[in-house]
């Protein structure tokens, strides 16, 4: 797997079906998971180690939406170089597993289509699974992205 640098952006016509990418990593911890669950998902098993214990999770866990907000970081800053951004038209999302806290994330993803706009010849789309893995190997979600990359001349 390759990780490429923040400089070197790719366009449709850069990438191929099978392609991969891998991010760096992110330490998650029970501040985090707490900050977050308190703005944007405040379930005691997000919020509240204690009672936590007594849920589905049998321990505090993060938000399947923090998960999603770190993966999306980890793909923009080291994971997925495409030019234009990672743009979202549309998806697919799986959590697995949960996150807890202590666990180091990173996300690999993988190019499975390329399809160029008939009626856009400027861009086009990509399907890109961006699996997030936690220390243990241990896959937390699973994000199918159908993503708008621009075209341009190959590198």
Same mark, same amino acid.
């Given at each position: 797997?390759?990780? !490429? &640098?923040?400089?070197? $952006? ?13 991010? &760096?990593?992110?330490? /998650? ?10 703005? =944007?998902?405040?379930?005691? =098993? ?10 589905? =999770? ?27 951004? /990672? ?9 697995? &597993? ?10 690999? !993803? ?7 706009? $008939?009626?856009?010849?400027? $861009?086009? /789309?990509?399907?890109?699974? !961006? ?10 979600? /699973? ?10 001349? &190959?590198?």
């Amino acid at each position: 797997m390759s990780s !490429s &640098a923040p400089t070197d $952006r790719l366009f449709l016509d850069d990438l191929y079906v099978g392609q991969r990418f891998r991010s &760096a990593t992110h330490i /998650i911890d029970e501040a985090q998971i707490k900050a977050f669950a308190a703005q =944007f998902d405040p379930q005691p =098993f997000h919020t509240d180690e204690e009672t936590a214990k007594d849920t589905f =999770f049998k321990g505090l866990a993060a938000s399947g939406w923090h998960t999603a907000a770190i993966t999306m970081r980890l793909n923009v800053e080291t994971g997925l170089p495409l030019a234009g951004g /990672i743009i979202g038209a549309g998806g697919e999302l799986n959590w697995p &597993a949960p996150t807890c806290p202590g666990d180091m994330l990173h996300v690999e !993803s993988e190019v499975v289509e390329i399809t160029p706009s $008939r009626s856009k010849p400027d $861009r086009g /789309i990509a399907v890109i699974v !961006s699996r997030t893995v936690n220390q243990r190997g241990e896959v937390v979600q /699973i994000l199918k992205a159908k993503l708008v990359v621009p075209r341009g001349a &190959a590198s």
